[in-house]
């Protein structure tokens, strides 16, 4: 199983500067890389301090002249946002910045708050049909000359420029939940990446079903790779109570996400106070006790144990989910004690 770093800038105040919130991702990837992690992923967001990516192409281009082994993954394009030229050149000029070390992660997107800002009319639970016309319009473009008459986009005949240095394609990700998606990117030939958000592993094993079960329906197809993100914090082995400031700030996360997914209420300059807690007094899930059972929260040895019932699932990738609202130091030496203490006891060149 291999490991990746799920990353973004992250300001839950203006007491950390953008400057510094950025140079703080930059050390958690460099950190990544020299502790043999595969991949670094990086979302697009729009108008939010919580989770700050207009674009994760031009933050992926700067790591790539900062990193020479790690790849380099957009982790989510939201496709109603773009146009498939965009996405095809962009894609591959970062392959060709990075020497080959792409990854296009491809998502439908969920914040309506976003899409009223940068798709207004469009409800978020229609993305999909983007999603669906976008990614075999991608590929055509990487490839050659090739016209699109889609019901979204229509362009003459046109290219992608540049090309990708990784042949045929770069590896392209589809984020799925419900088995239509599933099935759309397996049948595409598309790897998948999953997120159980707070819920327990039974939903883990529900998202491997749909998956498995969308292998099985297209024997036709090289099975693809299946990523996995969850939140994780590794803490020191002497700390009893080491679980419960990484899952209440998981928690917080969470209430903010809640804040901004239903969209009620204005943000100011690009901040929007959380859901408060009492909100959830029905919802047992996002309880830190029960977060401290969903996330991935505990000694090196509690964290090793988790990740090998995620490897016999068949998880490929288990992406570690830094965004969390613990301060840069506190993720800091998460990351070290994952590093010294976990990646070693996995094969993580399969």
Same mark, same amino acid.
């Given at each position: 199983?291999?490991?990746?770093?799920?990353?973004?800038?992250?300001?839950?105040?203006?007491?950390?500067?953008?400057?510094?919130?950025?140079?703080?991702?930059?050390?958690?990837?460099?950190?990544?890389?020299?502790?043999?992690?595969?991949?670094?992923?990086?979302?697009?967001?729009?108008?939010?301090?919580?989770?700050?990516?207009?674009?994760?192409?031009?933050?992926?281009?700067?790591?790539?002249?900062?990193?020479?082994?790690?790849?380099?993954?957009?982790?989510?394009?939201?496709?109603?946002?773009?146009?498939?030229?965009?996405?095809?050149?962009?894609?591959?000029?970062?392959?060709?910045?990075?020497?080959?070390?792409?990854?296009?992660?491809?998502?439908?997107?969920?914040?309506?708050?976003?899409?009223?800002?940068?798709?207004?009319?469009?409800?978020?639970?229609?993305?999909?049909?983007?999603?669906?016309?976008?990614?075999?319009?991608?590929?055509?473009?990487?490839?050659?000359?090739?016209?699109?008459?889609?019901?979204?986009?229509?362009?003459?005949?046109?290219?992608?420029?540049?090309?990708?240095?990784?042949?045929?394609?770069?590896?392209?990700?589809?984020?799925?939940?419900?088995?239509?998606?599933?099935?759309?990117?397996?049948?595409?030939?598309?790897?998948?990446?999953?997120?159980?958000?707070?819920?327990?592993?039974?939903?883990?094993?529900?998202?491997?079903?749909?998956?498995?079960?969308?292998?099985?329906?297209?024997?036709?197809?090289? *099975?693809?790779?299946?990523?996995?993100?969850?939140?994780?914090?590794?803490?020191?082995?002497?700390?009893?109570?080491?679980?419960?400031?990484?899952?209440?700030?998981?928690?917080?996360?969470?209430?903010?996400?809640?804040?901004?997914?239903?969209?009620?209420?204005?943000?100011?300059?690009?901040?929007?106070?959380?859901?408060?807690?009492?909100?959830?007094?029905?919802?047992?899930?996002?309880?830190?006790?029960?977060?401290?059972?969903?996330?991935?929260?505990?000694?090196?040895?509690?964290?090793?144990?988790?990740?090998?019932?995620?490897?016999?699932?068949?998880?490929?990738?288990?992406?570690?989910?830094?965004?969390?609202?613990?301060?840069?130091?506190?993720?800091? *030496?998460?990351?070290?004690?994952?590093?010294?203490?976990?990646?070693?006891?996995?094969?993580?060149?399969?």
């Amino acid at each position: 199983m291999r490991f990746s770093l799920f990353v973004h800038m992250e300001r839950w105040d203006e007491d950390v500067s953008h400057e510094q919130s950025f140079a703080n991702l930059t050390e958690l990837v460099q950190m990544a890389e020299a502790g043999g992690f595969s991949t670094v992923w990086i979302g697009e967001h729009h108008a939010m301090e919580y989770t700050i990516s207009p674009s994760p192409m031009p933050q992926l281009a700067y790591l790539a002249a900062k990193t020479s082994t790690i790849r380099l993954g957009a982790g989510t394009i939201i496709a109603p946002f773009w146009n498939p030229l965009r996405v095809a050149g962009e894609t591959a000029l970062l392959d060709v910045i990075s020497g080959g070390r792409a990854e296009v992660g491809l998502a439908r997107g969920a914040h309506q708050f976003e899409f009223d800002r940068m798709a207004p009319g469009l409800p978020a639970a229609e993305g999909g049909k983007h999603l669906r016309e976008l990614v075999p319009a991608v590929r055509e473009l990487w490839q050659g000359d090739y016209a699109h008459d889609g019901e979204i986009w229509q362009f003459p005949t046109s290219t992608s420029v540049p090309k990708p240095v990784q042949q045929p394609t770069p590896p392209m990700w589809i984020a799925a939940r419900d088995p239509a998606s599933h099935d759309f990117a397996v049948a595409n030939g598309c790897n998948v990446m999953v997120t159980p958000l707070m819920k327990g592993d039974e939903e883990v094993e529900s998202l491997v079903g749909k998956f498995e079960t969308a292998v099985a329906d297209h024997p036709e197809v090289p *099975r693809p790779d299946l990523m996995m993100l969850r939140h994780t914090h590794v803490h020191d082995a002497d700390q009893p109570e080491g679980w419960r400031r990484p899952a209440e700030a998981i928690q917080r996360y969470y209430r903010t996400f809640h804040a901004w997914f239903m969209n009620k209420t204005t943000p100011v300059n690009g901040f929007l106070d959380p859901t408060p807690a009492e909100a959830f007094a029905d919802k047992p899930e996002f309880a830190p006790e029960a977060l401290r059972k969903s996330a991935v929260i505990g000694t090196p040895e509690e964290v090793v144990d988790r990740l090998r019932g995620y490897e016999e699932l068949g998880i490929d990738e288990f992406s570690l989910w830094s965004d969390n609202s613990l301060t840069h130091e506190e993720k800091k *030496r998460s990351l070290e004690l994952f590093i010294e203490h976990v990646v070693p006891k996995f094969n993580t060149t399969s």
